[in-house]
């Protein structure tokens, strides 16, 4: 209840309708059909606008969980599940980085090893380095790279000023920078499972191999993908 006469009205439209008695502001809402609400309360005389209270408080809700859905969260993109994964998905993946850090979002970047490719992790350490150079234009290194387990990781925070200048030239070009992080993160949750399934896959192959030796049989011409053959002349074949 407004208890304060006399009030600055803001009418339903946004006009500035004036200092008014109370009441005869209540009058205009009720025929409008809609409410007067006190918006600034500590103002001298108090603003008041006539809306529809019901819209105004369900518009309110919705911005407080935007807000609330909107704060930083650490996102987790996995470079495959060894460092054979084709140069074509290291780029698909830096680029799904890209845009979770130009929502203001950290990302943890993992490179895992399969077998003896443990004993070559230098070559995921130069990866992970080249990945930070390629989100030097957003992001900044937050943690360097560091071994965990069979993997590798770091995680890059977004670089707040190299982002918003982005963000302003993009808007000056009429370009939209918002991005749809419900598919974004859907995208990458199917990825990452993917590759929890691949690597479930080889720890049963693995434990298959205990029991019974594969023979190999002679080798074929079929064409191979190179950054497998490239590895494999580091590794020896596995």
Avoid: W
Avoid at 40 to 53: G, L
Wanted: proline share 4%; hydrophobic share 35%.
């Amino acid at each position: 209840m407004i208890r304060l006469s006399p009030v600055r009205l803001i009418g339903a439209d946004g006009e500035q309708v004036g200092v008014i008695d109370t009441q005869e502001a209540l009058r205009m809402a009720q025929e409008a059909g809609l409410d007067l609400v006190e918006i600034s309360p500590d103002a001298r005389p108090p603003v008041c606008k006539i809306m529809d209270y019901g819209k105004y408080k369900y518009e309110l809700s919705k911005r407080d969980q935007k807000g609330k859905s909107s704060g930083q969260e650490l996102k987790e993109i996995r470079l495959g599940r060894s460092i054979k994964i084709d140069p074509h998905d290291v780029s698909i993946r830096v680029n799904q980085a890209r845009r979770f850090l130009m929502a203001g979002h950290k990302v943890q970047i993992t490179q895992r090893f399969r077998g003896r490719e443990m004993a070559h992790k230098q070559l995921g350490e130069e990866r992970l380095i080249q990945v930070c150079q390629d989100l030097s234009d957003v992001a900044k290194i937050e943690m360097a790279p560091r071994g965990v387990g069979r993997s590798i990781t770091l995680v890059l925070a977004p670089d707040k000023a190299k982002i918003d200048a982005i963000k302003a030239q993009l808007a000056k070009e009429g370009k939209d920078a918002d991005e749809d992080l419900e598919k974004l993160e859907a995208e990458v949750a199917a990825q990452n499972a993917a590759d929890d399934e691949v690597h479930d896959d080889d720890h049963d192959d693995q434990d298959a191999g205990k029991k019974k030796t594969k023979h190999r049989g002679p080798k074929d011409d079929r064409a191979g993908n190179p950054v497998d053959d490239e590895v494999a002349d580091l590794l020896g074949e596995l």
